[in-house]
Each structure stands twice: as C-alpha cells, then as structure tokens.
C-alpha cells in the first residue's frame, strides 16, 4: 500500500514519513515470512527449503539495487513506483493461488507422528 502512496508525496516530509512506514512493513513482512516459511515446509524438506528461502533472498539482495540503479539511469520515478506497484500486485495475487494446509493441522499431524 505504501507504494501507492509515492504517486501522492509531494513534499519531502510526506516522502520521509513513507519511508518509514515503508520500512516498518518491510520489517514485519520479511520477518512473517521467514516464519511462515519455515513452517509451511515439510519437515523431511526443511534444510533443503530453507535454503532456497535464503537463497532467494540472497539473490533479491543482489539483483533488487541493480536493478533499481539501472531503472533510475533510464526511466522516471514514476515508472519505478509502477512498476515496484505492479509486481507487489503480481506477488499478492500468485500469494493467494497457493494452497497449504493450515499449520495447525500440520502440527497436528506431526505430533501424532511422534507419539
């Protein structure tokens, strides 16, 4: 949501305090996930699927500021802030396409594995 809000900034505190709230999202977002990545893997697949979690993340580190530093040099702010909108859209709705089961079935299943 936040993004849509760098169409509106007009002013540099407006930018500043979108930022921040940016930034808190972020914070939170990548930190839910971690989490619910680690327990939505199956348990026998675990090493192998945290490791292409962080793997990903590894990469977005070095793709995500390339990217953005050769947007800068040959588009405007305006196509950047669309285009970060238009993949936030495209993650949210292929978010929504994948199916698990609840995590308390699933800890459900595995403590009645182990008794």
């Known amino acids: 949501m936040t993004t849509v809000f760098y169409f509106f900034t007009d002013s540099l505190s407006l930018l500043l305090a979108n930022r921040l709230l ?25 090493g192998e699927g945290i490791g292409y979690f962080s793997m990903s993340t590894v990469l977005a580190t070095a793709i995500g500021p390339f990217l953005g530093i ?27 396409m994948v199916k698990s089961e609840p995590v308390l079935e699933q800890q459900q299943k595995l403590c009645q594995k182990i008794k």
Not at 22 to 46: L, Y
Not at 70 to 96: E, R
Request: charge should be positive; charged fraction near 5%.
């Open 22 to 46: 940016n930034g808190i999202g972020m914070g939170v977002a990548s930190t839910a996930t971690g989490t619910m990545v680690a327990q939505v893997i199956p348990s026998e697949k675990r």
């Open 70 to 96: 050769f947007l800068s040099q040959h588009t405007s702010f305006s196509f950047i802030f669309g285009f970060c909108l238009a993949l936030g859209l495209f993650s949210l709705v292929v978010g929504l």
